[in-house]
């Protein structure tokens, strides 16, 4: 699976954003799909995380009622809506596909494929 994801740009705190990922060469039914960012000098961060059929999701608690991740199977694409941004959320974020689908999980081990990021960064 090759995964472009897609959305970012320059906006002020307070603002949203909506990220796409999109896939190819696969399905993205098969798989459980998460959002993770890293800002230089920190640790990859899981952000979100859904299940093949998007009866699960999973968000870190610190983009909770913020984030929202959805996806659209028939588009083989993968969303991640973030409202209300704040600098903290500067980072740049990536897609990942799971192979085990029918859970969502922070743990990045868990995710096979993985896509370019895209910068999101949050001005004061």
């Known amino acids: 699976v090759q995964l472009q994801a897609s959305g970012g740009g320059l906006v002020q705190a307070g603002d949203s954003l909506r990220l796409s990922c999109a896939a190819s060469?696969?399905?993205?039914?098969?798989?459980?799909m998460g959002w993770f960012r890293q800002s230089p000098g920190k640790e990859r961060e899981f952000v979100a995380a859904i299940t093949w059929n998007s009866g699960r999701t999973l968000y870190a608690d610190s983009v909770k009622g913020r984030f929202t991740i959805s996806r659209d199977n028939a588009k083989n694409t993968v969303y991640l809506q973030m409202n209300v941004l704040k600098p903290e959320d500067t980072a740049v974020y990536s897609c990942?596909?799971?192979?085990?689908?029918?859970?969502?999980?922070?743990?990045?081990?868990?995710?096979?494929?993985w896509g370019q990021g895209t910068q999101v960064t949050v001005s004061s």
């Open positions: 060469g696969r399905t993205l039914s098969n798989y459980a």
């Open positions: 990942a596909a799971s192979p085990t689908y029918y859970t969502t999980t922070s743990d990045s081990s868990l995710y096979r494929y």
